[in-house]
């Protein structure tokens, strides 16, 4: 066990004997998804407990008023729209919240079947356990195209041996797991996602055999392909739109 | 009974891309007949779960009814509504009118937990599979053919029959609100190239071609429909107006 976490450490800082350790090892398409599974069930275990804690305390009526006091004090302070409103409408909007207050409050009294604690624990596994389960299916979608682009430039690879290979690039991703700090959390985000991109880098290069430059193609072509075929589509629809209608 | 256990050692293998596998399946005295075993069994085991699932969902959240009536009644106090209706009288029905059918189509199109509908999922779902299997499975016997494959349409069949090895994921939602996003459609579409590149021994790139053709034959036919059929509404709704 230790010679498994002392391997995947090692690739983190690109070491490329422990990329070699990690190839050789058996099962490695298995042994990639254990590794995203584990490292987004890790990653992610602060924003599932604080998630937890959101949805099992009872709603809190005058902190939702508050919150949307703070709304509608921003929305007059920042938009124009709202600073040029009626004093009529104005009163309207304010009679409104007179009656969303309680509706909230009797919503919040309706009860399920089951125990609003039992409830609130099965969403908070479910969201936690499915957030690392797009991160699997996230990993085989974009590491196919990958494969495709990587074999296109002349590398090669079986398919499960290189989804395996790439799996590595999640390790870093457990700098997510102080993601709910305020201000650090998004910085120590955004600094595991680039050295993700890294790690993912050196991965395609190891298991198919490219140079680091086409490798870095291999990584970002897909991105670059799907970005482009999301705005190709978008043009098209509204076009569409725009002759029918 | 054994036919069913070395269906789910085949099926667990395919999970995991083993070419022999596949290979296993092509050669088998029946791999139609096998396949479809494999196909029936997964559809039921996993139904069986989500109806499990769906109905520990239903349990854990309130009464939709009840939501539903109750918002109404606050709808009823809020300061419009009196003005709206010395407007117009009739508002009250229409809006009711409206109110209910949105209650009825937008619990659904969101995910609403509906017990009914996974039972019906018992003989459902393994329909389903069973028809997207015959045709996603002959359009890419056509296409694999097309492009240099060797294998026949019962060997294609058999070994795309292992495709459905990842929908055994699904009996995750056994536990309620997991949600499996693209991961078994992917895991499925990356099986089912396999499948084709070993049983008709294709380059992995006529393997690839082969395995998204009938995606994409399905994708053009759905644009050119939607293309259809909003041409039709436009002119309807430009006649009406005019």
Redesign the interface.
């Known amino acids: 066990m230790s010679g498994l976490v002392n391997t995947l450490f090692r690739t983190v800082i690109l070491d490329n004997a422990a990329y070699e350790e990690w190839r050789e090892r058996p099962n490695l398409f298995l042994r990639g998804i254990v590794l995203i599974l584990v490292v987004s069930l890790v990653a992610g275990l602060v924003t599932f407990a604080v998630d937890l804690v959101n949805r099992l305390k009872p709603v809190d009526l005058d902190r939702i008023e508050e919150q949307i006091d703070e709304s509608f004090e921003q929305q007059f302070k920042w938009n124009p729209a709202w600073q040029d409103m009626e004093p009529e409408a104005q009163e309207m909007m304010d009679k409104t919240m007179d009656v969303i207050v309680p509706m909230v409050a009797d919503l919040a009294e309706i009860q399920a079947p089951l125990p609003h604690s039992v409830g609130g624990l099965f969403g908070g596994i479910g969201s936690w356990l499915s957030r690392a389960l797009s991160a699997v299916g996230g990993w085989m979608f974009y590491g196919a195209l990958v494969l495709i682009v990587a074999n296109l430039l002349g590398g090669s690879a079986r398919l499960p041996d290189f989804l395996g290979m790439v799996s590595l690039y999640v390790i870093p991703g457990l700098l997510g797991l102080l993601g709910p700090v305020p201000c650090l959390g998004s910085l120590l985000g955004l600094i595991g996602l680039v050295w993700g991109i890294v790690v993912y880098v050196k991965a395609v290069s190891v298991s198919t055999g490219l140079d680091s430059g086409k490798a870095v193609l291999a990584v970002f072509a897909p991105f670059i392909a799907l970005s482009l075929l999301a705005v190709l589509l978008a043009i098209l629809g509204i076009t569409w739109l725009i002759i029918v209608l | 009974m054994n036919d069913i256990v070395g269906s789910w050692r085949l099926g667990w293998d395919a999970l995991?891309?083993k070419e022999d596998a596949y290979e296993g399946m092509r050669t088998s005295a029946n791999p139609v007949v096998k396949g479809l075993v494999l196909i029936v069994v997964v559809g039921v085991v996993i139904a069986l779960s989500n109806l499990i699932g769906t109905t520990?969902?239903?349990?854990?959240?309130?009464?939709l009814n009840?939501?539903k009536n109750?918002?109404f009644r606050?709808i009823l106090?809020?300061?419009?509504w009196d003005e709206v209706l010395r407007e117009a009288p009739d508002f009250p029905q229409i809006f009711k009118e409206w109110y209910n059918r949105g209650w009825d189509i937008f619990p659904w199109l969101f995910g609403a937990p509906n017990v009914g509908k996974a039972a019906t999922g018992i003989i459902l779902t393994p329909l389903g599979l069973a028809i997207r299997w015959l045709i996603y499975g002959l359009l890419a016997y056509l296409f694999a053919r097309w492009l240099g494959g060797t294998a026949d349409l019962s060997e294609t069949l058999g070994v795309l029959a292992l495709a459905v090895a990842p929908q055994v994921?699904n009996l995750?939602s056994l536990?309620?609100?997991?949600?499996?996003?693209?991961?078994v459609s992917?895991?499925g579409?990356?099986c089912a190239?396999?499948g084709l590149k070993t049983a008709h021994k294709l380059s992995?790139?006529r393997a690839?071609w082969a395995t998204l053709l009938p995606f994409l034959l399905g994708l053009v036919v759905l644009i050119l429909a939607t293309?259809l059929g909003?041409?039709i509404?436009?002119a309807a709704?430009k006649g009406g107006l005019s």
């Open positions: 995991f891309f520990l969902e239903w349990a854990s959240i309130p009464d009840q939501i109750t918002v606050y106090q809020m300061p419009w994921l995750l536990l309620p609100f997991v949600n499996l996003g693209v991961l992917v895991w579409v990356l190239y396999v992995w790139g690839v293309c909003s041409a509404l436009g709704v």
